[in-house]
């Protein structure tokens, strides 16, 4: 290339030619990797010896002698230095990610070339222009001339180990996997050097397309065993086995995302050389991240759904809305430590971001007071145990079915299908009025009134024929009705029939002489709390009432006024 004579045509073949060269030294050292290593020359023995010699040449005025020798120590020292830089560079490969091996190799560039600068100080060019008739100074020269030359070698490594530090990252990956033999040798081959011609520029070779066919089929086949492997593995964990199917149909999706994003991944990993994926580290961590938290998310909500189906098929003493509850706290914990962790790979200083919170948490509780009072008004209304999802309510006026007992406020719904969202707060702190907590017992009052021509006999004889019949109706609760308080968790203090909700008055009296009615008071209730059922036993109560003043000879009152004429005056004919 130095030649005077050498045309540019010339020049870009011989460059073509050392890039090849250069190329083939890097595959032949990193397929003997750990040989190089271990047995890389060190000319500190050739370097001592020849000092000596140097010393010797000068105490004999041997000039040109000295300077042959000092070259040929600086042309060891160069090599020194080169074989300690590719030692050191090949040792960092297995030790390093991509971005601090660059790192890492652009130190060791500075190094020697510090350490090169020291060996370099004396210029031998004048040397070169002796012309004297000596076979020591011909020596000398053709020593400067290798001096020199390795200068360029040396600048010239350093270029090539640059230009191919991703192409040595991968071959080192392959040496690694004992790969590296048949990928050189696949790379040599006729075909592949036609085809690496033309997809090399777009940053494929063939051997890289074959591991990316290769992983495709791998993580297909991963793909299609996962699930029976998963299932397999759920069915071996007892507290699992039964909910195995509604945990795979749940997760099943999100897994299938994540197998894409992982095949996606170790594309961009193998086309960039094993260097990583870039910029997109972060990217997939995060999804990965992301899909891992949707899926426990996902599990831990069939789990619960399951376990609240079967509270409400079999009588448990959990409440399903305190399961409720609970699964929309451990939701929320889950979303917190999920974000988190996003935040953490997001590059976000935790330490920085908890000591944030908690330095903001007063501001935070001032503007969440709210949000709080809800919170512990739903802490209020579970541990109180006042009313549950499915109950009949009334409060502040509004009346409806509970549908559910959130973190924040409970809806319901009303009779006319419209829904009601009320802060926990308030439900907390109002007075409440619960259809639902009764055990036996739903009352029936009425107020009977018969006409005031009524003989007194018929109205009492009416009266204890109402008693018999209701003390005697299948359907009323008296006295002698029974019921199971072996569920009651109270102590004896407390009314175990108005802790439970049991009521089996049975009253029926004359009550009152009204402006237009004799009244009889009728009170009682029907055993069961069904609203229908309560209604069929009402309206039969009703028409044998009916029969009975029938039978006793009464008649149903109905408002009524008398009017009565003072005599008219006598008419004037």
Same mark, same amino acid.
């Given at each position: 290339?130095?030649?005077?004579?050498?045309?540019?045509?010339?020049?870009?073949?011989?460059?073509?030619?050392?890039?090849?060269?250069?190329?083939?030294?890097?595959?032949?050292?990193?397929?003997?990797?750990?040989?190089?290593?271990?047995?890389?020359?060190?000319?500190?023995?050739?370097?001592?010896?020849?000092?000596?010699?140097?010393?010797?040449?000068?105490?004999?005025?041997?000039?040109?002698?000295?300077?042959?020798?000092?070259?040929?120590?600086?042309?060891?020292?160069?090599?020194?230095?080169?074989?300690?830089?590719?030692?050191?560079?090949?040792?960092?490969?297995?030790?390093?990610?991509?971005?601090?091996?660059?790192?890492?190799?652009?130190?060791?560039?500075?190094?020697?070339?510090?350490?090169?600068?020291?060996?370099?100080?004396?210029?031998?060019?004048?040397?070169?222009?002796?012309?004297?008739?000596?076979?020591?100074?011909?020596?000398?020269?053709?020593?400067?001339?290798?001096?020199?030359?390795?200068?360029?070698?040396?600048?010239?490594?350093?270029?090539?180990?640059?230009?191919?530090?991703?192409?040595?990252?991968?071959?080192? /990956?392959?040496?690694?996997?004992?790969? %590296? *033999?048949?990928? +050189?040798? !696949?790379? #040599?081959?006729? &075909?592949?050097?036609?085809?690496?011609?033309?997809?090399?520029?777009?940053?494929?070779?063939?051997?890289?397309?074959?591991?990316?066919?290769?992983?495709?089929?791998?993580?297909?086949?991963?793909?299609?065993?996962?699930?029976?492997?998963?299932?397999?593995?759920?069915?071996?964990?007892?507290?699992?086995?039964?909910?195995?199917?509604?945990?795979?149909?749940?997760?099943?999706?999100?897994?299938?995302?994540?197998?894409?994003?992982?095949?996606?991944?170790?594309?961009?990993?193998?086309?960039?050389?094993?260097?990583?994926?870039?910029?997109?580290?972060?990217?997939?961590?995060?999804?990965?991240?992301?899909?891992?938290?949707?899926?426990?998310?996902?599990?831990?909500?069939?789990?619960?759904?399951?376990?609240?189906?079967?509270?409400?098929?079999?009588? /448990?003493?959990?409440?399903?809305?305190? %399961? *409720?509850?609970? +699964?929309? !706290?451990? #939701?929320?914990? &889950?979303?917190?430590?999920?974000?988190?962790?996003?935040?953490?790979?997001?590059?976000?200083?935790?330490?920085?971001?908890?000591?944030?919170?908690?330095?903001?948490?007063?501001?935070?509780?001032?503007?969440?007071?709210?949000?709080?009072?809800?919170?512990?008004?739903?802490?209020?209304?579970?541990?109180?145990?006042?009313?549950?999802?499915?109950?009949?309510?009334?409060?502040?006026?509004?009346?409806?079915?509970?549908?559910?007992?959130?973190?924040?406020?409970?809806?319901?719904?009303?009779?006319?299908?419209?829904?009601?969202?009320?802060?926990?707060?308030?439900?907390?702190?109002?007075?409440?009025?619960?259809?639902?907590?009764?055990?036996?017992?739903?009352?029936?009052?009425?107020?009977?009134?018969?006409?005031?021509?009524?003989?007194?006999?018929?109205?009492?004889?009416?009266?204890?024929? %109402?008693?018999?019949?209701?003390?005697?109706?299948?359907?009323?609760?008296?006295?002698?009705?029974?019921?199971?308080?072996?569920?009651?968790?109270?102590?004896?203090?407390?009314?175990?029939?108005?802790?439970?909700?049991?009521?089996?008055?049975?009253?029926?009296?004359?009550?009152?002489?009204?402006?237009?009615?004799?009244?009889?008071?009728?009170?009682?209730?029907?055993?069961?709390?069904?609203?229908?059922?309560?209604?069929?036993?009402?309206?039969?109560?009703?028409?044998?009432?009916?029969?009975?003043?029938?039978?006793?000879?009464?008649?149903?009152?109905?408002?009524?006024?008398?009017?009565?004429?003072?005599?008219?005056?006598?008419?004037?004919?």
């Amino acid at each position: 290339m130095n030649d005077d004579n050498v045309t540019q045509e010339k020049i870009m073949q011989i460059a073509t030619k050392q890039e090849a060269l250069y190329s083939k030294a890097l595959d032949d050292i990193l397929k003997n990797k750990n040989r190089f290593i271990d047995k890389s020359r060190i000319y500190d023995s050739e370097i001592f010896a020849l000092e000596k010699i140097i010393k010797l040449n000068k105490r004999l005025g041997n000039k040109y002698a000295t300077i042959r020798d000092e070259v040929l120590v600086k042309s060891y020292k160069l090599l020194n230095a080169q074989n300690k830089m590719i030692k050191n560079i090949l040792i960092a490969l297995n030790n390093m990610s991509f971005e601090e091996f660059q790192l890492y190799m652009s130190d060791m560039f500075v190094k020697n070339q510090e350490d090169n600068a020291k060996i370099t100080s004396v210029d031998y060019e004048a040397v070169l222009q002796i012309d004297e008739p000596s076979r020591t100074l011909n020596q000398a020269k053709e020593n400067i001339k290798d001096y020199y030359a390795l200068l360029e070698l040396n600048g010239d490594t350093i270029k090539y180990l640059s230009l191919f530090e991703k192409k040595m990252y991968r071959l080192n /990956k392959y040496s690694n996997y004992n790969l %590296i *033999n048949p990928v +050189i040798f !696949i790379n #040599n081959t006729a &075909i592949a050097q036609q085809i690496n011609s033309v997809i090399r520029p777009y940053g494929f070779d063939v051997v890289k397309i074959i591991f990316i066919l290769l992983v495709y089929v791998i993580i297909y086949l991963i793909r299609k065993y996962l699930y029976k492997e998963l299932e397999a593995y759920i069915f071996d964990i007892k507290s699992l086995k039964k909910y195995s199917k509604d945990i795979l149909n749940s997760a099943r999706k999100p897994i299938e995302l994540m197998i894409i994003l992982i095949n996606i991944e170790v594309t961009i990993y193998i086309y960039n050389d094993f260097a990583g994926v870039g910029t997109f580290d972060k990217f997939f961590t995060i999804s990965y991240v992301i899909l891992l938290t949707y899926i426990i998310y996902k599990i831990v909500n069939v789990i619960s759904s399951i376990k609240i189906h079967e509270i409400d098929t079999v009588d /448990k003493k959990v409440k399903s809305e305190v %399961i *409720n509850v609970g +699964i929309k !706290i451990v #939701n929320f914990i &889950i979303m917190i430590i999920g974000l988190l962790v996003v935040l953490h790979f997001a590059g976000a200083n935790l330490t920085t971001v908890l000591s944030g919170l908690g330095i903001g948490g007063f501001a935070v509780a001032l503007a969440a007071k709210d949000s709080l009072a809800n919170f512990f008004g739903t802490l209020s209304i579970l541990i109180s145990d006042v009313f549950s999802q499915g109950d009949w309510i009334v409060i502040d006026g509004e009346e409806g079915t509970v549908v559910e007992i959130g973190l924040r406020v409970t809806t319901l719904r009303t009779f006319d299908n419209a829904i009601i969202a009320i802060p926990n707060s308030i439900l907390a702190n109002k007075g409440v009025k619960n259809w639902n907590k009764r055990s036996l017992g739903r009352r029936i009052k009425m107020n009977i009134g018969v006409k005031y021509d009524s003989k007194p006999s018929d109205i009492k004889n009416a009266v204890k024929e %109402i008693y018999k019949m209701l003390e005697k109706h299948p359907k009323i609760a008296t006295q002698n009705t029974e019921y199971d308080y072996s569920h009651s968790k109270r102590s004896k203090l407390v009314s175990k029939d108005d802790e439970l909700g049991v009521k089996r008055t049975l009253l029926v009296y004359l009550d009152e002489f009204s402006s237009s009615s004799i009244n009889i008071l009728v009170y009682c209730f029907s055993k069961s709390v069904n609203w229908s059922e309560w209604l069929d036993t009402k309206e039969d109560i009703l028409y044998k009432i009916m029969e009975i003043l029938e039978k006793n000879s009464l008649e149903f009152a109905f408002p009524s006024v008398s009017i009565y004429k003072e005599n008219e005056p006598s008419q004037i004919s």
